[in-house]
């Protein structure tokens, strides 16, 4: 079965500072991997996914993930926070041999002080 | 694209009465749906998995009887929480994708249960 570990309960950071959002993932295939962002009391939006391909993905909101297969770890990263980009990000890992059900990882929370 | 629309955004009713919620595929067709619960300040947990026209997949743990599933075209399925109890209370969240396993599940803004 695959799992989810976002090790960071709660990130604080700056705004204009740089992000970055750990992601380590257990599954016995090619995974795929996506980011979502949560807002409070709201759905989850998709930021980006990989597939295959570039190890290096762009997504939307000026955030991209970084899959290291050797790692097992998809981390998120945005260059420069603004104060917007507050909410609670989720890993999750599919499963194509399950129908790609998704797992999700705990969520790392973002706070950003001005 | 691909928008997810829930309905009812929240809802608050007596104990031991139903609840349906809706989850709509707006410019996509949806083989396949998916409902998820999510406690206060916690991870969403996959209730049961739904492809059109056959009956949903349940995780372990999940009463099926307790929460009906219904998917009954590519756009629509329908969620409705039987018997209702304030320990059913919680953040409900559908998710659906088109096309083959590959493509990302695409999320509705959820439905807060509150039973009274």
């Known amino acids: 079965a695959q799992s989810v570990t976002q090790p960071d309960i709660h990130i604080t950071v700056s705004e204009g500072a740089s992000l970055e959002l750990r992601c380590n993932y257990s599954?016995?295939?090619?995974?795929?991997l996506f980011w979502y962002v949560q807002s409070p009391g709201q759905g989850l939006q998709l930021l980006l996914k990989?597939?295959?391909?570039?190890?290096l993905v762009q997504g939307i909101k000026g955030f991209e993930a970084e899959f290291k297969r050797s790692q097992s770890s998809f981390n998120l990263r945005k260059p420069s926070v603004h104060w917007s980009d507050a909410a609670e990000y989720f890993c999750?890992?599919?499963?194509?041999?399950?129908?790609?059900?998704?797992?999700f990882g705990g969520g790392t929370r973002v706070l950003v002080k001005p | 694209g691909a928008v997810v629309s829930q309905h009812p955004s929240w809802v608050i009713c007596k104990s031991g009465t139903s609840v349906k919620i809706e989850c709509r595929s707006l410019?996509?067709?949806?083989?396949?749906m998916f409902w998820y619960r999510q406690f206060p300040k916690q991870s969403l947990m996959l209730m049961a998995t739904?492809?059109?026209?056959?009956?949903?997949?349940?995780e372990q743990g999940v009463e099926k009887d307790k929460f009906l599933i219904n998917h009954a075209s590519l756009t629509l399925s329908t969620l409705t929480v039987t018997s209702a109890h304030p320990e059913d209370s919680s953040f409900y969240i559908c998710?659906?994708?088109?096309?083959?396993?590959?493509?990302?599940?695409?999320f509705g803004d959820g439905t807060r249960l509150s039973i009274l």
């Open positions: 998710s659906a994708r088109g096309g083959s396993d590959n493509q990302p599940q695409h």
């Open positions: 599954y016995g295939a090619t995974p795929y």
């Open positions: 990989y597939f295959s391909g570039d190890t």
């Open positions: 999750a890992v599919g499963a194509f041999a399950a129908g790609n059900k998704l797992t």
């Open positions: 410019d996509f067709q949806a083989t396949t």
């Open positions: 739904s492809n059109e026209g056959s009956k949903a997949t349940y």
